[in-house]
């Protein structure tokens, strides 16, 4: 701790965020600065980061959604955060959207990063973060922030860790799936999300309908949190029984499942995302207001939307597809410029306070 350069505090508040920050934590640490994570217990963030062997420490959990309820978590969750950030005092907090995280640096005046990669995510009424790191597709408008407050990344934030990974062998035989059948992963929308549109469910039981009458085809589902997890077994319970649908018993990491899968359909997300940055054939049902990186994409042809029952049948292609022995090892600078960012509002931080380079 003599050499440290600082202390940054990393909260994960969502399953999407253990990946992402992986590599960042390990570049922080090797460019000489401590980290300390926090981590929600909610959307299976805590198994992912034993998963990942992230050290945290466990602090509130999910409160569902209501609104009310929600808001109360987020207040209880912010003040559960107070010993552990007093004990630790950070020189700057990270994240990549957790509210409860901005409510408590706002009260005890903790620099604060926030990252998105959606545009259309509300914030909290009166509160904004000091800085924001984005990808280049995200406009400036709609931003909290002011456009010198405002850091880059090329690419998307699944740039940042997809480079790393490397496929792990027999994932489909641990799940019982012969490699003759097409195997589709599929992940339902975010119905606890403020964005969740009704249409986006609709068209996610339609699919599941549609997969099940399928010839030699599995899916491979990953519900969100297990509400989700115990509707789909109590809606669709002869193709659970048959191994149609299969939901894992254990935590895997969702990469492996995207690359040995034949194509990805997803309600939205980091999912989508993930197979895009993998080159796997992703279709998205989700139904709420578009963002800026999934336009991208499906401009690129990376990513192909899907918004009714007659586009899910005439799109979205139920074959084999020819996986490569490894990921395509293409140049992403995604993590070195994040870092580069928090190097540099780290020093202006220190210069601020009169602290030596």
């Not at 490397?166 to 799940?175: A, D, I, K, N, T």
Request: overall charge positive; proline content about 7%.
């Amino acid at each position: 701790m003599d050499n440290c350069k600082g202390k940054i505090w990393i909260d994960l508040d969502n399953s999407p965020h253990v990946p992402l920050f992986k590599p960042i934590v390990a570049e922080l640490g090797k460019r000489g600065y401590s980290v300390m994570l926090t981590a929600r217990d909610c959307f299976q963030v805590c198994a992912l980061a034993e998963l990942h062997n992230l050290p945290y420490q466990r602090v509130g959990r999910h409160y569902g959604k209501h609104k009310l309820m929600k808001a109360f978590g987020l207040v209880f969750r912010a003040l559960q955060l107070v010993p552990v950030t007093l004990r630790w005092k950070p020189d700057l907090a990270l994240s990549h959207g957790s509210r409860s995280q901005m409510i408590l640096c706002r009260l005890l005046r903790i620099p604060l990063v926030m990252m998105t990669d959606y545009e259309h995510a509300k914030g909290l009424p009166g509160l904004r973060p000091d800085w924001m790191i984005i990808p280049q597709a995200l406009p400036e408008q709609g931003m909290e922030v002011g456009r010198e407050q405002i850091g880059r990344y090329d690419g998307i934030k699944e740039d940042v860790y997809v480079p790393d990974f490397v496929p792990e062998q027999g994932v489909l035989r641990r799940l019982g799936i012969d490699e003759h059948d097409v195997v589709v992963t599929l992940r339902p929308p975010a119905t606890e999300a403020h964005y969740f549109r009704p249409e986006s469910q609709e068209l996610f039981e339609a699919t599941i309908a549609w997969l099940g009458a399928a010839p030699d085809l599995r899916v491979i589902m990953l519900p969100r949190n297990e509400k989700q997890a115990y509707f789909v077994r109590q809606k669709w319970p002869e193709l659970l029984a048959s191994g149609k649908v299969i939901i894992p018993a254990e935590v895997i990491d969702g990469l492996n499942l995207i690359w040995y899968s034949d194509l990805v359909i997803s309600g939205g997300g980091t999912m989508n995302r993930e197979a895009a940055a993998l080159g796997v054939p992703v279709y998205s049902i989700f139904r709420g207001e578009l963002g800026a990186v999934d336009k991208y994409l499906s401009d690129t042809g990376r990513l192909m939307l899907i918004a009714n029952v007659k586009e899910m049948l005439a799109k979205i292609a139920l074959k084999k597809r020819a996986r490569p022995e490894s990921p395509e090892q293409a140049e992403r600078p995604a993590l070195r410029q994040i870092v580069d960012q928090l190097e540099s509002i780290l020093a202006s931080q220190d210069h601020r306070q009169g602290k030596p380079a």
